[in-house]
């Protein structure tokens, strides 16, 4: 059995123009130990429903902070209809999946008391859980296990879908030394495309979703690229090429971005790909399927990516220091009615993590320097949201040590409200942004 401690509280607002240091930091806590059991299984064979206690925030606003033996590192958001979110992170070599309710508290009705965890065993290393989605009621992990890439369904209480491969978990090895799992998307019938680096290229893994009847949940849709699996470098010389993120289109097409460093080169270069439905390099898109450039306004640190609801592609990232975002045609150029040349630079200083629309409105998200959490928000033509926060921009301290304080994930409710999490002092965080960009006092 493993013992778990676990305490939830919650961080009032802080000035946005004085961040706090270790002397000016407000906490409210909150604490309760509790119990979790853990199943004795081989390496994922089940997703136990097990997690750590916490108790109700308080009524008072701020960030709401879970923490779990072990640490955690957050790894993405994602929400429900009803405005209920799940935050995929890793803790202790273990995927962990907290679920909080629309008011911000952690769901008792999802695995243990608000946290569902996939048990590892002991040889596999630590994990990396890499992205989460919502398919209906259910919610889809992809991670990293023992240098093989693993994706994992789990039904609407957190515990495994043993419709999913019968076990609730898929465990892929792609061939290479150290697979690592970096993005995940799910088609219009919820399959799985599981995006990952192996051996200095990039492959996706197409998963069925038990929705067809001629392949199994969970299994590998071997009517996708070569046995299941789409292979390819952005570039054809020596050198390393990383995936960053995937997106799926309404067609089945998925538009993934990276970086590609040559082997003679120093820095690397911001690369796009473009697959059809079945796996292949689409033609229509760039040179070959294939976009690489070296543009001094190419976003490379981050970067992050969302289709808006013409399926342009918008990317996030850090430009010279700053927020940044870019749009790109469908066909992969620069699409240069958009912001500046087809990028909006933010005077604000540091790195976007997470990027969402809706509306036709851009949401990016990211940390400064400072260990604020950022929300900016802009029109669709590239214009900051000037009814947003400040000039645009919401921030708030996650009250941690500022070196380590990061965002991982936005989403946005039903409402147009921002979901915002990351990571602070190994623990869980939480915000949500009203929709004129303040905190949510109500939140928790």
Request: glycine content about 14%; hydrophobic content about 35%; overall charge positive.
């Amino acid at each position: 059995m493993s013992e778990y401690l676990a305490k939830t509280s919650r961080r009032d607002a802080v000035d946005p123009d004085h961040p706090p240091g270790p002397s000016r930091r407000t906490r409210r806590t909150r604490r309760t130990r509790c119990h979790r059991a853990l199943a004795a299984l081989p390496l994922l064979a089940a997703l136990t429903a097990a997690a750590p206690t916490a108790p109700a925030p308080r009524p008072a606003g701020g960030v709401v902070v879970t923490e779990v033996k072990g640490g955690a590192s957050v790894a993405g958001i994602d929400v429900f209809p009803d405005g209920s979110t799940v935050v995929v992170a890793t803790s202790d070599g273990r995927i962990i999946v907290a679920k909080y309710t629309p008011g911000g508290k952690l769901d008792p009705r999802w695995g243990r008391n608000g946290i569902a965890t996939v048990p590892l065993d002991k040889k596999a290393g630590t994990a990396g859980a890499a992205a989460i989605g919502v398919n209906g009621t259910k919610v889809v992990v992809a991670g990293t296990v023992g240098g093989d890439v693993v994706v994992a369904r789990l039904t609407a209480g957190g515990s495994p879908d043993t419709t999913f491969n019968t076990t609730g978990y898929r465990v892929t090895d792609l061939g290479g030394t150290d697979d690592t799992a970096t993005g995940l998307a799910l088609g219009a019938a919820g399959e799985p495309h599981l995006l990952a680096n192996s051996d200095g290229g990039v492959a996706v893994v197409r998963y069925c979703s038990g929705a067809d009847t001629t392949c199994a949940a969970g299994a590998v849709d071997h009517r996708y690229g070569k046995n299941g699996t789409a292979r390819f470098r952005f570039t054809t010389g020596a050198g390393t090429d990383s995936g960053a993120a995937v997106a799926l289109r309404s067609d089945g097409r998925a538009d993934i971005i990276g970086t590609t460093r040559p082997a003679d080169e120093d820095r690397s270069r911001f690369a796009m790909a473009a697959l059809t439905p079945r796996g292949g390099l689409d033609n229509a898109f760039g040179t070959g399927g294939k976009v690489v450039t070296d543009d001094r306004q190419a976003i490379r640190t981050g970067p992050v990516m969302v289709l808006d609801s013409s399926e342009r592609i918008l990317v996030a990232g850090t430009l010279d220091g700053r927020f940044a975002v870019a749009r790109y045609t469908a066909t992969g150029a620069v699409d240069r009615t958009f912001a500046t040349d087809g990028v909006a630079t933010a005077a604000t200083e540091g790195t976007a993590t997470a990027i969402t629309v809706r509306n036709a409105e851009i949401t990016i998200a990211g940390t400064t320097p400072q260990g604020m959490a950022v929300a900016l928000r802009y029109t669709d033509s590239g214009k900051p949201g000037t009814h947003y926060g400040s000039h645009g921009v919401a921030r708030t301290s996650l009250g941690g040590d500022t070196d380590t304080d990061t965002i991982a994930g936005v989403v946005l409710d039903t409402g147009g409200r921002a979901l915002l999490t990351g990571t602070t002092d190994r623990k869980i965080a939480v915000l949500r942004y009203t929709t004129g960009g303040t905190l949510d006092t109500a939140y928790g």
